[in-house]
């Protein structure tokens, strides 16, 4: 009897070890390169799926209005203009974790960036992308198998999509949207 209650033990133990492993290996294996799964909030707080970008190839910009880098957004309308009826669109993503350079509402971001950038492409809500609170978008921006792995280090860092939702290139935030690096990277992806 005693030698059967351990046998029940023993097989109930090696099971959850083994129920452990495999939990272990499906959320590491949950590692994507892909952004069409996650849902975001625009800047009037609707929901927008990303698969609904399928087809276009999408530049994703942490942006903030009191940063150096904020006169990017000059070059990123520039781009938008040119590459826009081809299927190119730019998803901004306000941002205030950086020196708190993103202070205002979601209507103030919007008049600011019309107003001193005349931005015509989207803005969503504002996002956290460092620490616990990070927005599953960048989750996923800042931890998968073709891009670097690692943090948004500041303001205006780029994220180049292609037609399927697959990350395909990262730019740090001093490389200019109007960069050769950043233009022959897009046009790369609007010929796919």
């Known amino acids: ?16 070890i083994v129920a452990q492993d495999n939990l272990t290996s499906t959320k590491e294996s949950k590692l994507t390169d892909n952004i069409n799964d ?13 698969s609904s970008y399928n087809g276009k190839v999408l530049l994703i910009v942490n942006v903030a209005s009191e940063c ?7 070059g990123l309308e520039d781009i938008y203009k040119e590459f ?6 730019i998803l901004a993503f306000p941002c205030n974790d950086f020196g708190g350079q ?10 600011f960036c019309t ?30 198998s073709v891009t670097y792995k690692g943090d948004v280090k500041w303001n205006f860092e780029k994220f180049l999509i292609d037609r399927n939702g697959n990350i395909v290139a ?8 109007t960069s050769d690096e950043v233009i022959s990277a897009i046009k790369v992806q609007l010929k796919q």
Not at 126 to 141: C, F, M, N, R
Not at 170 to 177: D, E, I, S, T, Y
């Open 1 to 16: 009897m005693f030698l059967k209650i351990i046998s029940i033990v023993l097989f109930f133990f090696i099971n959850q």
């Open 102 to 111: 993103e202070p205002g509402t979601n209507e103030e971001i919007k008049t």
């Open 115 to 144: 107003a001193n950038y005349g931005v015509t492409f989207p803005l969503f809500d504002k996002v956290k992308i460092l620490g616990p609170d990070k927005s599953p978008l960048y989750a996923v921006l800042t931890d998968n």
């Open 68 to 74: 150096g880098n904020t006169p990017q957004y000059a």
């Open 170 to 177: 990262r730019f740090g935030n001093k490389v200019q949207p």
């Open 38 to 50: 996650i849902t975001v909030l625009d800047m009037n707080n609707k929901e927008v799926k990303l």
């Open 84 to 89: 826009h009826p081809q299927g190119f669109e």
